[in-house]
């Protein structure tokens, strides 16, 4: 099983940022704006069509790491697996993020992995998702920060990931396995993701953070 999750590892690793603005526009998208290889920052650099690149580059991370283990579960690579199909998945999604955010290919600094974990959330779960999108929207709306709206889905996926599994188990027919492993491999993606925007927490304390408007280019989240 571990060769699986180091392939996991090794895809989000492949930062779809850094390489789109190279392949692009010949530049370092580390060298602009927050100096973060990031979604935002391709898009507040560079604009709309290298950002829209960049955007399904790292939407096809996602969908590689999670059809890729569903594809081994199911041709029963690991057959004496003891823990359920979802783990798995949930699992490799966290090596992705892991991989997106610590890069071994780039020296360790790579995104933020947001969108990389929004992706493989909802290959997984799509309607833990969905309250998560909708979380994210309404924040970045209220405040404008895209920071805040992420930083707030990193706090709500294990909580909805619990409310939501409970829920359907116990109203909706639902049938989820290992609930409580469930919700301890979210944690890490949670604390991950939220710690590398910390430097975003800085620059809100300061107010020196950017609002994201979608007919403005700026710097980063």
Not at 158 to 168: G, S
């Amino acid at each position: 099983m571990a060769a699986i999750f180091v392939a996991s590892y090794l895809i989000g690793s492949l930062n779809s940022a850094i390489l789109v603005t190279y392949l692009i526009k010949h530049k370092d998208i580390r060298d602009y704006g927050s100096f973060n290889a990031g979604l935002t920052n391709v898009y507040r650099c560079f604009g709309v069509f290298t950002a829209a690149t960049t955007l399904l580059a790292d939407l096809l991370k996602g969908v590689v790491v999670i059809f890729g283990t569903k594809l081994a579960l199911r041709l029963e690579i690991f057959s004496g697996l003891k823990i359920d199909a979802l783990s798995v998945c949930m699992i490799s999604a966290l090596f992705a993020v892991v991989g997106h955010c610590y890069p071994v290919f780039y020296k360790f600094k790579g995104g933020k992995g947001i969108l990389v974990a929004a992706v493989c959330m909802l290959l997984t779960d799509p309607t833990v998702f969905l309250f998560e999108l909708i979380l994210f929207v309404l924040m970045v709306a209220t405040t404008k920060y895209i920071s805040i709206g992420s930083m707030a889905a990193c706090v709500g996926y294990p909580v909805f990931t619990l409310i939501w599994q409970y829920a359907a188990n116990a109203f909706f027919g639902g049938n989820y396995e290992n609930i409580g492993l469930h919700v301890l491999i979210t944690l890490p993606m949670f604390m991950i993701c939220f710690f590398r925007h910390f430097s975003n927490i800085q620059h809100l304390w300061s107010g020196e953070e950017k609002k994201f408007y979608l007919h403005k280019k700026g710097e980063d989240e």
